[in-house]
């Protein structure tokens, strides 16, 4: 009797013991996901970090252009830089290496919410053979921005210059010695995360192309022919115009099409009831003019929302408030002000102003049918440019090339 008992009591612990491991056996997934969910919350995700960068160059080298040849954005260099995010984790090892085709998913949600956003730069070199970037701080700055504003991971934009310098040393061949000439830089980055549904992206990457460019006008200036446009808007209050987002761009193509079918290069982006002046096509916009208060003003839109703040906006109005020889401002104007100008002979230049031009002349602006003819230089009748159209354009080359010392921290030498 006791011995079965005894048994019996065994057989019954061993069946609780047994149900008690499979019970145990079945949490301990669930056990292992919390713990490292909360290990991924807890964790500090990786910086982007320039000293871990690794470098495999292409042993491909493709052939130089000759300057005299090439087109904007049609030639590359052999390398690019990539380096990829992911949420929890971090930034990933930066990459250097040929030059090629990225490996994304059909689901990549830049391909479907528009998830990207890039800058505009250009490396030079001066009359001794070293490298110089312009203001690099300024660009990353508003790449950091614009990548916040369509919910794009942030990064240490010191490292990421550090990183661009790397790969400028690696083709360092590709960097035309040639004032006027320059290696076009294009960091870009993009949403990678593999799925259809509408959210922030939990995957993204950063990569640097970069394309040899000759001078915006090879054979001297050509001031441009502008159609004021009231029917579509380049940007608008709380939207994306202070940002240098993809999806801003394709929409204005469109309209640009439409002004070239009629003989106009560029379309001058006009916002509200009042007709304010904002954009010269992916361009900002200055006026030279003698203001109704009669004095001699140098004038851009504000930087409102709708206005992108170039980087070669704010060194023209660095360098002309340091001349101190006009006033420099920046406020809201109409073309209805322009208008009114023009027909009192009070407007002296206008132009719009970039990275990949630097300065742009404006000969003509069609408005609401009429044809407002912009001076160019009252002292010489064949000059497609204004005087200081044409000064501050040589200011700003004399910096980047190193001509010129220039305010601190504007022609950085790549060591």
């Not at 210059?161 to 035309?176: A, F, G, H, N, T």
């Not at 170039?310 to 109409?334: C, H, M, P, Y």
Request: glycine residues 8%.
């Amino acid at each position: 009797m006791f011995a079965r008992r005894t048994l019996h009591q065994a057989v019954k612990a061993n069946n609780a013991f047994r149900a008690t491991a499979a019970v145990q056996k079945q949490l301990m997934p669930s056990r292992i996901i919390a713990q490292r969910l909360y290990s991924a919350a807890t964790a500090t995700p990786a910086p982007l970090d320039a000293s871990k960068i690794q470098i495999n160059p292409s042993k491909n080298l493709k052939p130089l252009q000759e300057n005299s040849k090439l087109v904007f954005g049609k030639t590359f260099s052999d390398n690019m830089l990539i380096v990829e995010w992911e949420a929890g984790k971090g930034w990933g090892t930066p990459q250097i290496s040929e030059y090629g085709k990225i490996h994304l998913e059909p689901s990549a949600v830049v391909f479907h919410y528009s998830f990207e956003c890039f800058e505009g730069m250009k490396a030079y070199k001066d009359k001794q053979g070293r490298i110089r970037l312009f203001r690099p701080d300024m660009n990353m700055k508003r790449f950091s921005r614009s990548a916040q504003r369509i919910a794009l991971p942030g990064f240490e934009q010191e490292e990421l210059i550090k990183c661009i310098e790397q790969l400028l040393k690696v083709d360092e061949r590709w960097i035309p010695n040639e004032r006027g000439y320059s290696l076009y830089l294009r960091p870009t980055m993009i949403g990678t995360q593999e799925s259809l549904g509408v959210g922030a992206s939990n995957k993204a990457m950063i990569f640097v192309i970069a394309s040899p460019v000759g001078p915006y006008f090879p054979t001297g200036f050509a001031a441009v022919n502008l159609l004021a446009t009231t029917e579509r808007v380049r940007a608008w209050p709380g939207g994306t115009g202070d940002a240098k987002v993809g999806g801003n761009y394709a929409p204005c193509i469109k309209p640009q099409l439409d002004a070239n079918k009629q003989g106009f290069q560029q379309n001058l982006w006009l916002f509200g009831e009042d007709h304010q002046v904002t954009e010269v096509g992916t361009m900002n916009c200055f006026m030279f003019w003698t203001n109704e208060q009669g004095e001699k003003e140098l004038v851009t839109p504000e930087l409102d929302g709708q206005i992108l703040p170039g980087v070669t906006r704010d060194s023209i109005l660095t360098l002309a408030r340091q001349w101190g020889e006009f006033k420099v401002t920046e406020r809201r104007f109409t073309m209805h002000d322009v208008a009114k100008a023009s027909k009192e002979g009070r407007i002296h230049e206008m132009f719009g102003a970039g990275t990949a031009c630097i300065v742009c002349p404006i000969k003509n602006i069609n408005y609401d049918g009429q044809d407002l003819k912009i001076p160019l230089d009252p002292s010489d009748t064949t000059s497609q440019a204004g005087p200081l159209t044409k000064r501050l354009n040589n200011a700003i080359l004399d910096i980047q090339y190193g001509e010129v010392e220039g305010p601190a921290g504007w022609s950085v030498l790549v060591k």
